[in-house]
T-cell receptor
Framework: GQNIDQPTEMTATEGAIVQINCTYQ??????LFWYQQHAGEAPTFLSY????GLEEKGRFSSFLSRSKGYSYLLLKELQMKDSASYLC??????????FGAGTTVTVRA | DTEVTQTPKHLVMGMTNKKSLKCEQH?????MYWYKQKAKKPPELMFV???????INESVPSRFSPECPNSSLLNLHLHALQPEDSALYLC???????????FGPGTRLTVT
């Protein structure tokens, strides 16, 4: 099954840290991806996790626990341009990418 | 270079028209995808091509017809669409299925 759950909205202040959680059904798991999507634009690839642990890329980090069916995307030193929708997507054994509904992050000054 | 290009950017068509959306990538990716995205919703997979062969069709109505002329190009032929087909149509590619996908800017389609 693909039930991919993430919060609908999060708000944070410029310079702060925000953590977006994502849970999914573990059966058939093949990899987890995070995408950023600004309004009216295409999704942009942020990170890929297939093994347990933390992957760091500049201000963004992504964590995966396969046994718990859990991932998070950590956004540090928030900037106004980070206001966007963040999509958690999981690849299962059928090789299709299943997207969560997305988390809208609003960064306030 | 992680660029996927799509044309046109915007398309308005009547329900009796025939039009085509085009997608191109020169990253040597062997998997290409069509997605449909409605406002405030995540992308919905329509079709997957792997090594130029259709590998997944997500029960898409026949008024949408995909074509993969070669490893760099992907087309979506549209005919007799309905107003509810109005959406952002996204093309994506990846080195192979189950790896990170890179999206094109999309075609904003309006069916009148």
């Amino acid at each position: 099954g693909q039930n991919i759950d993430q919060p609908t909205e999060m708000t944070a202040t410029e310079g702060a840290i925000v953590q977006i959680n994502c849970t999914y059904q573990t059966s058939g798991f093949n990899g987890l991806f995070w995408y950023q999507q600004h309004a009216g634009e295409a999704p942009t690839f942020l990170s890929y996790n297939v093994l347990d642990g933390l992957e760091e890329k500049g201000r963004f980090s992504s964590f995966l626990s396969r046994s718990k069916g859990y991932s998070y995307l950590l956004l540090k030193e928030l900037q106004m341009k980070d206001s966007a929708s963040y999509l958690c997507a999981v690849s299962f054994n059928d090789y299709k990418l299943s997207f969560g509904a997305g988390t809208t992050v609003t960064v306030r000054a | 270079d992680t660029e996927v290009t799509q044309t046109p950017k915007h398309l308005v068509m009547g329900m009796t028209n025939k039009k085509s959306l085009k997608c191109e990538q020169h990253m040597g990716h062997r998997a290409m995808y069509w997605y449909k995205q409605k406002a405030k919703k995540p992308p919905e997979l329509m079709f997957v091509y792997s090594y130029e062969k259709l590998s997944i069709n997500e029960s898409v109505p026949s008024r949408f017809s995909p074509e993969c002329p070669n490893s760099s190009l992907l087309n979506l032929h549209l005919h007799a669409l309905q107003p509810e087909d109005s959406a952002l149509y996204l093309c994506a590619s990846s080195t192979r299925q189950a790896r990170e996908q890179y999206f094109g800017p999309g075609t904003r389609l309006t069916v009148t």
